[in-house]
């Protein structure tokens, strides 16, 4: 495939990474007889049963420029479909369940990705192209089906469109959601990610197959999904602080047991398990960070200030994984780990004392 289009491919997926951007237009309009956030849902869902439908045919090869065309639109629609769904869990959810209610949803997240990548691959590589597509099209009848028993709770108070749009501002704003999303989700969610980032490519230079960091890698996001709904249960019962420090220490733990791997070392155990325990720290760490932000999201704004920050911690993950490999290649793997295990000590400290303030609407 030419660079161009690949670099075509990749700008189409920041359509997504940018959702935050719609989110005080769901936030404003809304069908009043459907629900503010459940009438988005339903008109996305059918939007995309449409758009996949309209992929169906199409040879992902040949038509490859209708195909991304298609693929756009699918992931605006999605954009909206997901700013909808955090609106409508911050309204629905109580908050003593916000902790449980993450873990499910993160947990569902990381297993859509299993299906939707390994899954996927393997259906087409079986039936082919339009069977892979309209089987992902089958899976959105379910949710539809159980929108349209659904019933939204309304939010206290309705803003003014003017006010509405000063929600982003807001996110830059106040001091508190400064601190949250420019400095607590970076710091303490780093290890993890530059850990992530040279985990394939350390892997191979120590002689590991493709098949064999295949076979590893999908273990651990197979087990990064209990993770999450694991971290969910925790954070109901324990609290956030005591969270933060248990997410944190395992992280930690798991990047520092990757430095031998860093040097050279081939360790298959103890690699298998730090890629293992880096997916678990990752997972609990992300139903962490989605717990608090609904957990400061106010109702009357609330695709707005629950997207932002999420949103922003997934721009992150994908520019640290990028340039996670391009510091690997200046400094050093082993030096790069270290670091991670240093921002994973500091990280840590940072989000347990910080958690124990005031985080509310």
């Known amino acids: 495939m030419p660079l161009g289009t690949v670099a075509l491919v990749n700008l189409v997926g920041v359509?997504?990474?940018?959702?935050?951007?719609?989110?005080?237009?769901?936030?404003?309009?809304?069908?009043?007889?459907?629900?503010?956030?459940r009438g988005w849902l339903i008109c996305t869902q059918l939007g995309l049963l449409?758009?996949?439908?309209?992929?169906?045919?199409?040879?992902?090869?040949?038509?490859?420029?209708?195909?991304?065309?298609?693929?756009?639109?699918?992931?605006?629609?999605?954009?909206?479909?997901?700013?909808?769904?955090?609106?409508?869990?911050v309204r629905l959810i109580a908050p003593a369940d916000h902790g449980l209610a993450n873990g499910i949803q993160i947990a569902g997240a990381s297993l859509s990705v299993l299906i939707g990548s390994?899954?996927?691959?393997?259906?087409?590589?079986?039936?082919?192209?339009?069977?892979?597509?309209?089987?992902?099209?089958?899976?959105?009848?379910?949710?539809?089906g159980l929108l349209t028993r659904l019933r939204e709770p309304s939010a206290e108070q309705r803003e003014r469109p003017s006010v509405l749009w000063t929600a982003l501002a807001d996110s830059v704003r106040q001091p508190r959601r400064v601190m949250w999303i420019l400095v607590v989700i970076p710091l303490f969610g780093l290890a993890e990610w530059l850990g992530t980032a040279p985990q394939s490519a350390m892997m191979l230079d120590v002689g590991w197959s493709m098949g064999r960091i295949a076979t590893v890698q999908s273990v651990a996001i197979s087990v990064q999904v209990v993770a999450a709904f694991s971290a969910g249960v925790m954070i109901s019962r324990w609290g956030r602080s005591a969270c933060a420090l248990v997410f944190g220490t395992v992280g930690g733990?798991?990047?520092?047991?990757?430095?031998?791997?860093?040097?050279?070392?081939?360790?298959?155990?103890?690699?298998s398990f730090a890629v293992v325990g880096v997916a678990i720290a990752y997972g609990a760490k992300v139903t962490w960070f989605a717990t608090i932000s609904m957990?400061?999201?106010?109702?009357?704004?609330a695709a707005t200030d629950y997207s932002v920050p999420m949103s922003l911690e997934g721009a992150a993950v994908t520019v640290i994984n990028s340039a996670g490999l391009a510091i690997a290649a200046a400094v050093g793997f082993v030096w790069l780990l270290a670091a991670a295990v240093f921002v994973a000590v500091v990280g840590t400290g940072l989000a347990a004392v910080w958690v124990r303030g005031r985080v509310g609407r």
């Open 15 to 37: 359509l997504y990474a940018a959702r935050f951007l719609l989110a005080p237009i769901v936030d404003r309009h809304g069908s009043a007889r459907l629900g503010q956030y």
């Open 50 to 89: 449409v758009a996949l439908a309209g992929l169906a045919p199409l040879d992902p090869v040949q038509d490859l420029p209708a195909v991304l065309v298609v693929m756009a639109v699918v992931l605006v629609l999605s954009a909206f479909h997901d700013t909808a769904l955090n609106g409508l869990a």
């Open 295 to 301: 957990q400061m999201a106010r109702r009357e704004t």
């Open 253 to 271: 733990l798991s990047v520092l047991a990757l430095l031998p791997l860093a040097a050279g070392e081939t360790v298959s155990v103890l690699t």
């Open 118 to 144: 390994s899954g996927a691959l393997l259906l087409y590589s079986r039936s082919g192209w339009t069977v892979t597509v309209c089987a992902l099209g089958a899976v959105f009848l379910v949710p539809l």
